[in-house]
């Protein structure tokens, strides 16, 4: 399910993004946590970069902390984790038409890139992570998840999707033994949206 705003936090400075894993750490404090949310949004001028309000700015930054604080706990077990699958999602594809080639499995559902643009993101992302090892998914909802881990057992998994949907996804784990990650959507909105490669590199 997509946020009820639509954002773009791809001019936003990368040392924001470190800020919020900073802050994460401090999860403990809620008291404290919703103005040095305030302060954040204030300091990075992120209602000017993305034109959200403060309550909305407010409800992104608090799911890029939540998520965040699952990539700590879980991470740990993540690098013991053996077999592993990364899921992106087809929003993030260079083509959401018939000019994108990948190939549909509607059993799963999900798409398998065939590397038709080379400045595609989901591309990019196939290509490091089949290189690490990753078996790669591109899905078109979280839901798919539970069906994949029916005929495939990873140990870990990688989601990448905007922070709605990653956190159902995490919810619909909650009950295995699965270690996750996940990268939240840098610029949502259901077609052409994005994610830091940075991030997905850092945590493969
Ligand atoms: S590179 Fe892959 S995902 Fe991107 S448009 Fe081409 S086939 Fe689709
Ligand atoms: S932005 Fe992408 S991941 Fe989020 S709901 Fe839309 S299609 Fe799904």
Do not use: W
């Not at 001028?45 to 909305?56: H, V």
């Not at 608090?62 to 077990?77: C, H, S």
């Not at 057992?153 to 949907?165: F, K, L, S």
């Amino acid at each position: 399910m997509p946020y009820h705003f639509t954002f773009d936090l791809s001019k936003v400075p990368r040392f924001f993004f470190s800020e919020i894993a900073r802050v994460s750490y401090q999860k403990g404090m809620h008291k404290t946590l919703l103005n040095t949310l305030r302060d954040i949004i204030k300091n990075f001028r992120i209602q000017e970069a993305t034109g959200l309000n403060l309550s909305d700015a407010i409800i992104l930054l608090q799911d890029f902390i939540d998520l965040q604080a699952v990539n700590l706990i879980e991470r740990r077990k993540f690098i013991k984790s053996q077999k592993r699958a990364l899921l992106l999602p087809h929003c993030s594809r260079k083509y959401m038409d018939s000019r994108c080639k990948a190939f549909f499995d509607a059993s799963i559902p999900s798409y398998t890139c065939a590397h038709c643009s080379k400045d595609c993101l989901v591309n990019k992302a196939d290509h490091f992570a089949k290189k690490k090892g990753y078996d790669v998914y591109v899905v078109p909802g979280g839901s798919c998840i539970l069906k994949i881990l029916k005929e495939h057992p990873y140990e870990g998994v990688v989601g990448v999707a905007c922070g709605e949907e990653v956190k159902m996804g995490v919810a619909a784990l909650e009950s295995t033994d699965v270690a996750v990650q996940v990268i939240p959507l840098i610029k949502n909105g259901c077609a052409n949206t994005a994610f830091n490669m940075e991030t997905l590199v850092n945590v493969l």
